[in-house]
C-alpha cells in the first residue's frame, strides 16, 4: 500500500501516528490524574475535614463539661461568670463545627441531626445548674450534674462516634481509590508506551524498506548509466 506514497509523504504518516499514540498516552494519562485529583480533593475537603470538626467538638465538649465542674466546685459569683463565659464561647465554636460537619458529610445526615440535639438538649441542663449555684442550692446543682449532666454528656459523645468512625472509613476509602488510580494510571502508561515502541519499531521498519527500495533501484539505474 505504501509502495507508490512519496518519501516525504511516508515520513509525515510515520510521524502521524507516533504523534497520535503519544497523544493518546497524554489523555489518558491526564484522565486518570483528574480521578486521583478528585480522590485527593475528597480526601481532604470532606473526610479530614469533618473528621478534624467532629475530633474538635469533641474536645471542646469535655472543656465545656470541666468548666461546668468548675461553677459547681465555685462560690464565687465572678469565678461562676468567667467559667460560664467561657462556656458560651465554646458552644459557639461547636456550633460552628457542626455547621462544617452538616455541609460536608457524606453520609446520612441524621447521623449528624441526632448528635446535635443531643448537644442542644445539654444546653437546658447547664442552665439549671447554673441558676441552681447562683442561688446558692449548691447540693441541688450538684444532685442534677450527678444524676443528669454526666450521662447527658456521655450520650453526646456516643452520638459523635459513628459520625467520627464514618468519616475514618471514608477517608480510607478515598485514599484506596486514589492508590487504583495510580495502579491504573502507570499500567495504562506502561503498556501504551510498550504498544507505541512496537508500533514505532514496525512503522519504522515499513517506511525504511519503502525508503530504501527506491534508493537501491536508482543506484542501479545509476550503475548501469
Known amino acids: 500500500m505504501l509502495k507508490n506514497v512519496r ?34 480533593s475528597n480526601l481532604y475537603t470532606r473526610a479530614f475535614t469533618v473528621r478534624g470538626e467532629v475530633l ?18 465555685s462560690r464565687s459569683p465572678y469565678q461562676m461568670d468567667v467559667h460560664a463565659g467561657t462556656i458560651d464561647e465554646l458552644e459557639r465554636g461547636i456550633n460552628e463545627n457542626f455547621q ?8 446520612d445526615l ?11 438538649r445539654w444546653k437546658p441542663i447547664r442552665d439549671e445548674i447554673i441558676d441552681l449555684m447562683k442561688a ?19 450520650t453526646i459523645e456516643h452520638g459523635l462516634e459513628p459520625i467520627r468512625n464514618f468519616t475514618f472509613e471514608r477517608a480510607e ?16 502508561m506502561a503498556i501504551a508506551l510498550l504498544v507505541i515502541i512496537v508500533i514505532s519499531i514496525i512503522t519504522a521498519l515499513v517506511i525504511g524498506r519503502g525508503i530504501a527500495r527506491p534508493i537501491r533501484r536508482l543506484q542501479d539505474v545509476l550503475k548501469q548509466a
Open 110 to 120: 441524621i447521623m449528624v441531626e441526632g448528635a446535635k440535639n443531643v448537644f442542644d
Open 100 to 107: 462544617v460537619i452538616f455541609d460536608r458529610f457524606g453520609g
Open 136 to 154: 446558692g442550692d449548691y447540693e441541688g446543682a450538684q444532685q442534677v450534674m450527678i444524676e443528669r449532666n454526666n450521662s447527658h454528656v456521655l
Open 173 to 188: 476509602a478515598l485514599y484506596e481509590d486514589s492508590r487504583a488510580a495510580v495502579r491504573a494510571t502507570i499500567n495504562t
Open 56 to 73: 474538635e467538638a469533641e474536645r471542646d465538649i469535655i472543656k465545656m463539661d470541666r468548666e461546668l465542674k468548675g461553677i459547681v466546685a
Open 7 to 40: 518519501i516525504g509523504r511516508k515520513l509525515a504518516l510515520a510521524f502521524a501516528i507516533i504523534i497520535i499514540l503519544t497523544g493518546l498516552i497524554g489523555g489518558f494519562s491526564v484522565y486518570y490524574l483528574m480521578e486521583i485529583e478528585s480522590s485527593i
